[in-house]
Structure formats: C-alpha cells, structure tokens
C-alpha cells in the first residue's frame, strides 16, 4: 500500500508544482485528509464499497467546493480506482516532498519536563545552522523518559534520556550475569 501512496501523492506533487500551487494543493490535501479522520460518517461513505463512484463524485463536489481543480482532478481520479482509503499515507507523503522543496527539516524535541521557549528555539537554531535548513520545531513533554531529551531531527533519533540510559544499563547487566 506504501508504493500507491508514494506514486499517487508524488504525481500529485509534480503536476501541483508544475502549476506552481503546491502549497495550496499541501493544505487543501490536508484539511480534506483532516476532515476524513475526524468525521467517521465522511470517511465510511468515500472508503465504503456500498457506494456508487457517481454518488462518492457527487459528495466530493459538495465537500471541497471551491477547491483547487488539480486537487478536486486527483480525488475523482482516487474515486474511480477505489484507492481513496490510501489518502493519509498519500498526505504523508506529499508533505514530505513538500519539506524537502521548501528545505524544511521536522525536529522534536521530546522532554520530560516544560522547557523554555529561549531553550527550544536554541536548539532549532543549532540545529538549522548545522544542516542549512528551515527547521520546523514541535516540543512535547513525555514523563515516562525521566529526564533529558529525545531529539528527532528528520528520520534520526538522539535519545539523551535518563530512561534511555537505565535501559543501557540494564542491559549490560543481564549480558553481564549470563
């Protein structure tokens, strides 16, 4: 299912770039994507093989009404292949194409407590003098780490958590006593 995903949401990004509107394509995608999840009803009837594609087509035109054309092309064309339950992971991967376009690099930084806002833009712009990208920071708190911080920083991870070190070492004791 990855591979439709990766071929849909990349041909969905080139003819949006071509036309030079893959920033409004990226957030039309996701607020349909959006409404999808949170609306169970809305997600049954464009998944659901009970309902006709002239019924689904008929739907979606009163759902993204004023939508881009290309966007409003690209579900129809989901519609008749059947390959509309594919939507978020063709999300997923058009954003990552469009952070790679725009040179935006995720970072998250995950802490066991609330850091300060000089602390966590500190680290964002660390990190984007070091790579040369716009970094797009999320910061949440996780208390199961103890202490320190997990860093994600595109698809790596920096795990410098107090929990993370405890798992280490008891790892090496159980090596140890074998």
Same mark, same amino acid.
């Given at each position: ?24 394509? =990226? ?15 809305? #997600? ?41 339950? #594919?939507?978020? =992971? ?27 806002? #000089? ?19 999320? #910061? ?39």
């Amino acid at each position: 299912m990855e591979e439709i995903a990766e071929v849909y949401g990349r041909s969905l990004f080139e003819v949006a770039k071509d036309q030079g509107k893959i920033d409004e394509v =990226r957030e039309q995608l996701g607020e349909f994507a959006e409404a999808l999840q949170e609306n169970h009803d809305l #997600a049954v009837f464009f998944f659901s093989p009970y309902f006709s594609t002239p019924e689904k087509k008929d739907g979606l035109a009163r759902a993204v009404e004023g939508a881009e054309e290309t966007l409003v092309n690209f579900l129809h064309l989901l519609i008749e292949k059947h390959r509309m339950p #594919a939507i978020f =992971r063709i999300r997923r991967f058009y954003d990552g194409l469009w952070e790679r376009e725009n040179k935006v690099l995720p970072v998250q930084i995950t802490s066991a407590t609330k850091l300060d806002e #000089a602390t966590v833009s500190g680290i964002g712009d660390r990190i984007g003098e070091q790579t040369g990208q716009r970094v797009q920071l999320t #910061a949440t708190v996780e208390p199961a780490i103890l202490g320190g911080i997990v860093l994600r920083v595109g698809n790596s991870i920096l795990d410098a958590s107090i929990r993370n070190r405890l798992d280490n070492l008891r790892k090496q004791v159980a090596r140890g006593s074998a």
